[in-house]
């Protein structure tokens, strides 16, 4: 991943890799500046109280969420439910290309 590409934006999918919330998987709901983002799943951490996190303890990955970014882009806020089908829907892809290779 070169630098133009690992910027985060609003949207895409990460994973915690330090913290309360280590191992689980979280959308980027606001990009603070250069070292922070703001993320949510839309379950235990809510859009409005959205934890602000250090890249660099965040693992991201290739996918980004069309529905959670047009939503941010249009009204500047999304849905608990939006994020929560986004990731839902992430997970069903991931799980199911593991299955296949």
Request: net charge positive; proline share 2%.
């Amino acid at each position: 991943m070169n630098e133009s590409d690992s910027s985060p934006m609003p949207g895409q999918i990460v994973r915690v890799l330090k913290g309360r919330d280590s191992g689980k998987y979280c959308v980027i709901v606001r990009v603070v500046d250069s070292r922070f983002v703001e993320i949510a799943d839309g379950d235990k951490r809510k859009f409005d109280k959205a934890k602000k996190k250090n890249i660099s303890h965040l693992e991201f990955e290739q996918y980004v969420s069309a529905e959670v970014k047009n939503s941010i882009l249009e009204t500047g806020r999304v849905t608990n439910g939006k994020l929560r089908f986004a990731l839902s829907k992430f997970l069903n892809e991931k799980v199911s290309d593991l299955k296949e290779g």
